[in-house]
């Protein structure tokens, strides 16, 4: 099992920025992807971006291309999520998670999750 914690939520205007942080934990070496999710009141859950951990692969959200990047540092089992360009409609609880079998891709095979950090956008 893999443990991720997350950190640098916060409260933004639009236009704005904010980075998100996921340490991981536990069986770290299994790790094959890592992905940011985030979840808006009254919606479901969707994914935001992900990014291979071995390879530079990364995969994101239409409406966040261009204004989001995910990065990650290996060394210490760090994946970031740099928000530009901020929008109310960016406000949500922003989930990490892993994805320990290799073959999944996009949005499915996360098996691990963090507990979210709130990212509010105000207009």
């Known amino acids: 099992q893999v443990q991720l914690v997350e ?3 916060g409260l933004a205007q639009a236009g704005g920025s904010l980075r998100l942080s996921c340490a991981a934990s536990g069986r770290t ?21 992900s990014i291979a951990w071995m390879r530079t692969i990364t995969y994101y959200k239409d409406s966040v291309k261009g204004r989001f990047t995910i990065s990650r540092d290996n060394v210490n ?3 970031y999520l740099q928000m530009n360009g901020l929008k109310p409609e960016d ?19 996360f098996d691990s999750w963090g507990q ?7 207009s």
């Open 7 to 9: 950190s640098g939520g």
């Open 29 to 49: 070496f299994s790790i094959d992807r890592m992905g940011w999710f985030r979840q808006a009141p009254g919606k479901e859950r969707e994914f935001v971006a």
């Open 77 to 79: 089992n760090t994946v």
């Open 91 to 109: 406000t949500a609880v922003y989930y990490c998670a892993a994805d320990s079998t290799p073959g999944w891709t996009g949005p499915f095979g």
């Open 116 to 122: 979210g950090t709130q990212v509010t956008v105000s």
